[in-house]
Every structure is written in C-alpha cells, then in structure tokens.
C-alpha cells in the first residue's frame, strides 16, 4: 500500500501544528512553506479536517489553523479519515466477481489482516509520537547519540565510583610533592599535617559535623567494619544494607535482629517501634542503618529511627557513602553516634574514606600501633589521597546546588523509559530516592545481559553493586524487598553524576531503544 498525497500531507500539516503549539493560530502559508507542501492542496485539505474537529480556525491578524485537541488525543487514523485516506490492503468490495466478501480470494485474508493491523497502528499513533521528542520523530529526545564521536563512551555508574574530579587530582599531584611525614614536628612535618587538617575541615564542612570528628580510613569498608566491630551485645540492621555492612554484623558474636523492610526498601519505622525495640536489649546495641541505598538510591528515615534508638539506649551508625555529595547531611541533626564516607563515590581517589566519630564517643581501635588519628587509628597517614578527598569534598559540596538538574536529567530518563518499554519497573518509585540514581527491570530480560549489551554500545552501567562484582546475580538488596527472584536477578542500575549531560541521556535511551526490544536472552 502507498498512500495517497492527500493522507501523507495531512499528517504532515496536523504534525507541524502539534509542533509548534505555542505560537496558536499559525496561517497555512507558514506550514506550507516549513513542511515544502503545496499551499492551495492544504487549503482543501483542512476543510475536512476542520469538519472532523480536529482542527479550529482563528480569523483576524492572528488568522490561522490550530488544533481543537491536545497533540496527544489525536490519533494518525483520525486524521487519515477525515481526509478519506484508504489504509485497506484488500481490493474485495462487495460486487466485484473477482474478490468478494461473499467470494474471497485466496490471499483475502491475509490483506484484511494486514489492514486490520494497520488501523490498529495507525489508531495507537497520535500527532504527539511523531513531533520532537516522541516515538516516531525525525529529530528523537536521544537523536543526539548518532552525532557522537566514534567510540566516545557513556558513563552512568557513578554509584560504583565517580571519576576523579580535576580539583582532587590537583590536590593530589600537589600533596605529593610534600615530603614530610605528618607526624613530624619539624617544618616538611608540618606542612603535612597542614594538608591533612585542612581535608579534615572540607570534609566536615561537606556533613555539618566538627573536624574533630573526622577519622581518615582506608575506605568505608574499614569505616563500617570499625563501627560494627565493637563489643555489641546486639546489632539492629536490615537486609537491604551493603555488603560491608552485613558481612561484620554476620561474623560478630552477638545477637543480630534483622528489621523489615516494605516493598520500597525503605525500613519500617512503625514496626521496628512495635515489635523490634519494646523487647529489651541485655547490653550496649548498635542499630545500623545506611542512609541512602546503592542500588535503589532510596533514602532510609535515619533521623526518626536514631530518636527511636537514642529512646532505648541504643547507639545508632549510619553508612552515608551513596548520600554524600548527593544529598545534604548535617550530621549533629541526624543524631548518629558514627557516620561511614567513602571518597571515590563523590570524586575523590580510591582507597580513602572516613568513619566520622561524635566527640566523647570511645571506640576500641580496630588498627593499633602509632598515635595517629588522635590515636584512634593506628597508621600513616595517606597525605595525597586525604588531599584529593578533602578537594572532593569542597566541590561535592558546592555541587549540591545542581542536585535538581541532575534529578530532572534521572526523571526525564525514567519517563523516557516507560515510553519505550511501558512494563519496565522502576525499583522503590514510590519512596524518596536519591536523585542520580534509577534502578530498573525489564522482564523477560536479565541484568547480565542488559549489562553487556550497553556495554557493548558504549554505555556504562552496573547490575547491583560493584563491590560484588564479578559477579552479576540476584540482587539482595531487591531480595530483600520482597520483589521475587526475577526482578532481583534483571535490574541494572543507572546513576548519574555533576559531568552526566543531555547527550548521556539521549546515547542510553538510544541503546536501550535497540536493547529493550530484542528477544530475551536467557543468560
């Protein structure tokens, strides 16, 4: 089937209208001219099309055509009727002795399947799919990744690690050039420990705690292990937290109490009240409760739950890796008694992180030797790493300010996703989440394969955690949630970062185009 002029340019004329909304009654002379359509055939053509009400017309200066309904509620099929365009691929009418209703061909059943097909199609298609930004424009939201460069890549996994900011690698560079060791009284000494007091300060500065609070760790594996390595009689955790949290908490003697958790991730603040806390505890308890998850982004009530905790005696660590620099942190108003940080998620070095410490709290050392740390924390200090995370942080925090614009590039994403792949889920939607961060599932696809395929185009996401990788599996965290093994072994994480662009956006959901619409792969 070719369709007629009369079909193809109304479509055109009615798309040029949806498109340019805005600017109301717009004269047919304009639309002639932008769409090189002949002015005297559109004329006649939105006679009908004014009959149909699908367009209305503006007399005056302002003279011209607009359209009588929302882009979105005008189907291509209404518009192809009201200018009588035929979409049928069978010539069989009622009295033709060749083909007939009453006398079918033999290939009558399959033309009137095929034009059924067609006015389903075309009745599923709207003016709004076919104008910038929908299904079927010319000039697509991500049209943008066919411009790219050969070869250039996409990075939205700044969740596993954010590349090194150029402020931390210039600290970095600079710190390496200082030679004294920072336990030295000596002028080299001395202006070491310059460098690493005045990390201590920005990374204070980044969660609204004292620099005397800050303890400089190897990671916040290290930070986390410290925490719940104490002498505890009872750890309070819950089953969405990360591995460096719930490897400890497994291997401690002590009596552990996993808190439930909804469908959302987020842990239940009526039911830890309850049925967890009225129970008693026989000595000094730690709840541990990250803040913001790594996988979903959702952000725990840590605040709420530390009132509660503090209530029964309870001593409260919180593991703020995936928060910091994502979200603003005071941490004397959250009321925890420990707080884990990591530099590299928030573009700092690898291998440097913090357990942030409330004055007049004791903890047991978890490394003995040297006084370091105010010693707390045996070992040398790290200058050019703590330099870099101190760097990081000053800019992490004046990054906050541009959290909005990276939520609106991570909604935009998500909406543009339900276009393409209207079943995906989108993991712990209807919690507060982090704003750089969506997890999501498309079923029949698992995450090992959506990984590799982005991979394989460009795009670089991750499936779970990093820190558990090689493997790709069933998530825990979704496991957890209660979200059944399909969903928990087939969602990929993306996170978005300050240097994520537009043009990210737009190469993924190019990929994912492709992706979400091959066959399932079972492995």
């Not at 497994?250 to 309850?274: F, L």
């Amino acid at each position: 089937m070719e369709l007629t002029t009369k079909g193809r340019y109304a479509v055109m004329a009615m798309a040029d209208l949806a498109g340019h909304a805005d600017e109301g009654a717009i004269a047919l002379s304009v639309v002639a001219e932008r769409q090189s359509l002949p002015l005297a055939y559109l004329e006649q053509l939105f006679v009908p099309l004014r009959r149909a009400g699908l367009v209305e017309s503006a007399r005056g200066r302002s003279g011209g055509y607009r359209l009588s309904k929302p882009a979105a509620d005008i189907s291509i099929a209404a518009v192809m009727d009201a200018v009588e365009e035929d979409t049928r691929f069978t010539r069989c009418s009622h009295n033709d002795p060749r083909c007939s209703t009453a006398t079918p061909c033999v290939t009558h059943w399959l033309w009137s399947a095929l034009s059924e097909s067609t006015e389903q199609f075309l009745s599923s298609v709207n003016l709004a799919d076919v104008i910038t930004g929908g299904r079927y424009s010319s000039r697509p939201i991500f049209a943008a990744a066919a411009a790219r460069p050969a070869g250039k890549r996409t990075y939205l996994d700044y969740n596993a690690t954010a590349p090194l900011r150029p402020e931390a690698k210039a600290a970095m560079i600079a710190a390496l050039d200082v030679v004294g060791n920072s336990s030295s009284v000596h002028a080299e000494g001395r202006r070491a420990r310059a460098v690493v007091e005045g990390a201590r300060e920005s990374v204070a500065r980044l969660i609204g705690a004292k620099p005397s609070e800050i303890v400089f760790t190897s990671g916040a594996t290290e930070a986390n292990n410290w925490a719940i390595g104490q002498p505890w009689a009872s750890i309070l955790t819950s089953g969405v937290e990360h591995d460096s949290v719930l490897a400890p908490v497994r291997s401690a003697h002590c009596e552990i109490i996993m808190m439930p958790v909804d469908r959302n991730g987020v842990v239940s603040v009526k039911d830890v009240t309850e049925q967890v806390l009225p129970r008693g505890f026989a000595g000094p308890s730690l709840l541990a409760l990250q803040l913001a998850n790594n996988e979903t982004g959702v952000v725990q009530p840590v605040a709420e739950m530390t009132e509660l905790a503090r209530s029964h005696g309870l001593s409260v660590h919180t593991d703020a890796v995936q928060a910091a620099g994502r979200m603003a942190i005071d941490f004397a108003a959250l009321g925890v008694d420990t707080l884990a940080l990591s530099a590299h998620k928030l573009g700092g070095p690898k291998g440097i992180g913090a357990l942030v410490i409330r004055d007049h709290i004791d903890l047991v050392p978890l490394l003995r030797g040297g006084g370091q740390e105010r010693r707390r924390r045996a070992g040398t200090e790290n200058v050019a790493a703590i330099a870099g995370f101190g760097a990081a942080a000053e800019a992490a925090l004046r990054d906050l300010q541009a959290a909005e614009a990276i939520r609106a590039l991570r909604d935009g994403l998500e909406a543009d996703v339900k276009r393409i792949s209207p079943d995906v889920v989108i993991i712990g939607e209807g919690a507060e989440r982090l704003g750089n961060t969506t997890a999501l599932a498309l079923p029949g696809k698992l995450a090992e394969t959506l990984v590799i395929r982005l991979d394989l185009a460009g795009i670089a996401v991750s499936a779970g955690s990093a820190c558990s990788s090689g493997k790709v599996g069933a998530s825990h965290v979704l496991e957890a949630m209660g979200l059944g093994h399909d969903i928990a072994a087939g969602t990929i994480r993306i996170s978005l970062g300050p240097a994520t662009t537009k043009d990210d956006i737009a190469a993924f959901l190019a990929a994912w185009t492709t992706i979400a619409g091959a066959p399932a792969l079972a492995a």
